[in-house]
Structures are given as structure tokens and as C-alpha cells.
């Protein structure tokens, strides 16, 4: 199946920085962005959606000006968690399809796992 | 939006089949049924998709019972890598060719020696 990366696949920051993490694309064009979190022991929530070249759309109860998210590629897509705080500390995942197809469905990068001290 | 029940766990023997059962009596008739695997601490794994008819791919099967508000995922010979989280997702349209994908909180399999 078609392959998406993220980077880092884990980082520890300090508390009240802001930390970026990568989606990218290898062999497709990722027309549509997802990003997800999880949390220990839990499942997946979507926290926002993006489209290439347009704002994102979030979803209830995510902060917009928290979690910034950058597509403004066809094969790349960021998360920035800014000021993060140890509540934030958390398994973020990626997923990507190329959403001019109908039916394709949506791949996952491997996860980035943040540590927040 | 359609929600999926599914059990919280199940085991089953290396080298048998596992039959995964998944709910969704609230689906409309143009949502597709996903499944996805999420091994511990990785990102989860496409497996399949359908929308009415049953279908196979060489990793699984997918059974869609007739009137759409049950599905069951088949892995025909079950391995000890099988072991995962696998998640029964009804696809949501959110407008144009876009659609979300909300997880719940799926089925643990267990594949035991």
C-alpha cells in the first residue's frame, strides 16, 4: 500500500515550547490530511482535517491556535503543538489520501510519540 | 453519524480463522464499512473496505450481511503478528469526495500459540 512517514517518531521538549511534527507522502498526492491523538490505553480522536493549499478544518474542542497544521503541499503536512504542557504529552498520528479519487482509502504514518517535561 | 459496536476483546488459535464481528445498525446507504489494525504503538494498518457486497483482498475478508447493519472481518489464517487492535470504521462523508474517519474503540485479538 502507499506509504506515509512521519518525523519524528518521538521527541521530549520542555515545557512551553512548541514542537513540529512531519506528515509526508512518499508515493501519492495527499490531497486530504488527518490528524489524530492518542492517548494511553485509548482510541483514536481526529483533531482536524486539512485539504491542500486550504485552512484546516478542526474539530470540536481543539484548540486552532494550539495545534497549528500546515498543508500547503501535496506530499507534506505539520503539526505544531505550540506552548506545549505535559497534557499534551500524547501519540500523534497522521493519515493521508488523495481525496480527488471517490473511494481511495486513508493511509497512517507510524505515530510520533511526545513527551512533554 | 453511525457509530460501530464491536467486542472489546477476543482470542483466537495460531493457524485457525478469526472472525471479527462489528455492528452498525444506524448506517446509511452510501457509508462504506472500514477496518484498520493498530499494533501496539504504531499507526494503523489499512486492511479492507465495502459497501455492500462482500470482498477479499489478500489479507482479509470483509462479509457484509444483507441489510448493511452488521459486517465481519475474516483473517483466514490467523498469525501470531496478527495480534492487534482492529478497528470496524463506518466512513462519514464530510462534503465533496472528503470523508472522516472516527475510530471507536475497536476489538483487542489475541492470537495464542
Known amino acids: 500500500g502507499a506509504v506515509v512517514s512521519q518525523h519524528p517518531s518521538r521527541v521530549i521538549c520542555k515545557s512551553g515550547t512548541s514542537v513540529k511534527i512531519e506528515c509526508r507522502s512518499l508515493?501519492?498526492?495527499?490531497?486530504?490530511m488527518f490528524w489524530y491523538r492518542q492517548f494511553p490505553k485509548q482510541s483514536l480522536m481526529l483533531m482536524a482535517t486539512s485539504n491542500e493549499g486550504s485552512k484546516a478544518t478542526y474539530e470540536q474542542g481543539v484548540e486552532k491556535d494550539k495545534f497549528l497544521i500546515n498543508h500547503a503541499s501535496l506530499t507534506l503536512s505539520t503539526l505544531t503543538v505550540t506552548s506545549a504542557h505535559p497534557e499534551d504529552s500524547s501519540f500523534y498520528i497522521c493519515?493521508?489520501?488523495?481525496?480527488?479519487?471517490?473511494?481511495?482509502?486513508?493511509?497512517f504514518g507510524q505515530g510520533t510519540r511526545l513527551t512533554v517535561v | 453519524d453511525a457509530k460501530t459496536t464491536q467486542p472489546p476483546s477476543m482470542d483466537c488459535a495460531e493457524g485457525r480463522a478469526a472472525n471479527l464481528p462489528c455492528n452498525h445498525s444506524?448506517?446509511?446507504?452510501?457509508?462504506?464499512v472500514y477496518w484498520y489494525r493498530q499494533i501496539h504503538s504504531q499507526g494503523p494498518q489499512y486492511i479492507i473496505h465495502?459497501?455492500?457486497n462482500n470482498e477479499t483482498n489478500e489479507m482479509a475478508s470483509l462479509i457484509i450481511t444483507e441489510d448493511r447493519k452488521s459486517s465481519t472481518l475474516i483473517l483466514p489464517h490467523a498469525t501470531l503478528r496478527d495480534t492487534a487492535v482492529y478497528y470496524c470504521?463506518?466512513?462519514?462523508?464530510?462534503?465533496?469526495?472528503?470523508?472522516?474517519?472516527?475510530f471507536g474503540k475497536g476489538t483487542l485479538l489475541t492470537v495464542n500459540p
Open positions: 465495502g459497501l455492500k
Open positions: 470504521i463506518v466512513r462519514v462523508w464530510s462534503g465533496g469526495s472528503n470523508y472522516k474517519l472516527t
Open positions: 493519515s493521508a489520501r488523495d481525496s480527488r479519487l471517490m473511494n481511495t482509502e486513508a493511509f
Open positions: 508515493d501519492f498526492q495527499a490531497t486530504t
Open positions: 444506524t448506517i446509511s446507504g452510501n457509508e462504506y
